[in-house]
Each structure stands twice: as structure tokens, then as C-alpha cells.
């Protein structure tokens, strides 16, 4: 079986921000739909973006990544492997390293948190 992966930097919702340099600081189930709140790292070329004060070295904003009609969530790590929501207790905050569409549907996000597999709809990204 061949996985048609996508890096998060091809996917237009992620348009000019880097989420390498963004932060998930928690998780929560929303009526079926897995939101992670974040700190996101805004590129200059972002519709948001303003330069940062002189105390700041970069642009980050309060934002919500949501993956609507979530069906399932796997945390894998650590010798342990749970399914959502049940996960939703073990999913910790801390910077991302990697998020890639994997399949139609089927999503992959790691960084200080962990593994986590995500099947849902196209996520989505909302500025607070």
C-alpha cells in the first residue's frame, strides 16, 4: 500500500505560517471535532502578521487547529497506543516537529507531545 503524504507545508490552510516553530499548548473534543490550541508562528507574508515588539524575536498568535468529524485518534509513544477520545487524557502540550496529511482523511502530527494519527475531515486553522 502506497501513503500519498502530504507535508504540512503543501496544504493551503497552513498558508504562511511554520508550524516547526508553533507551539500546541492543549487538546480538547469539541462534539467530535479534536481542536488543539496553539501558539502560532506567523510568516511576514501573513495576512496577521505584525512585527514583533522589540522584546520578541518572532510573530506568534493565539490560534486553534481543528480537525472537524474527527473519528479517530491514536497517541502513540512511549510503548503506549489509545484511540479517542480515551487519548484525549494522554495528549500533552509542547512544540510540533512534524504534520503531514498521510491519506484521504488520515492525518500525522509529532513533536513533544508525541505521535498522534488523526482521522477526520481537512483541518482547519482559526486566529482568536
Not at 45 to 53: G, N, Q, T
Not at 97 to 114: H, W
Given at each position: ?26 487538546w ?7 481542536q488543539?490550541?496553539?501558539?502560532l508562528?506567523?510568516c511576514?507574508e501573513?495576512?496577521f502578521?505584525?512585527?514583533?515588539r ?10 486553534c ?6 473519528t479517530a ?11 479517542y477520545p ?10 510540533i516537529r512534524?504534520f ?5 482523511g ?10 498522534v ?12
Amino acid at each position: 500500500m502506497t501513503v500519498n503524504r502530504t507535508d504540512w507545508s503543501d496544504l493551503r490552510e497552513f498558508k504562511n505560517v511554520d508550524l516547526t516553530r508553533s507551539f500546541i499548548l492543549s487538546w480538547e473534543d469539541e462534539g467530535g471535532s479534536l481542536q488543539a490550541d496553539v501558539d502560532l508562528f506567523l510568516c511576514p507574508e501573513h495576512a496577521f502578521y505584525e512585527k514583533p515588539r522589540p522584546a520578541e524575536k518572532a510573530c506568534f498568535r493565539p490560534a486553534c487547529i481543528e480537525f472537524p468529524w474527527c473519528t479517530a485518534a491514536h497517541l502513540e509513544g512511549e510503548g503506549s497506543h489509545s484511540s479517542y477520545p480515551h487519548s484525549l487524557k494522554d495528549l500533552r502540550s509542547g512544540q510540533i516537529r512534524a504534520f503531514a496529511r498521510i491519506g484521504e482523511g488520515q492525518y500525522e502530527i509529532s513533536g513533544d507531545f508525541g505521535y498522534v494519527r488523526v482521522e477526520s475531515g481537512r483541518p482547519m486553522v482559526r486566529l482568536k
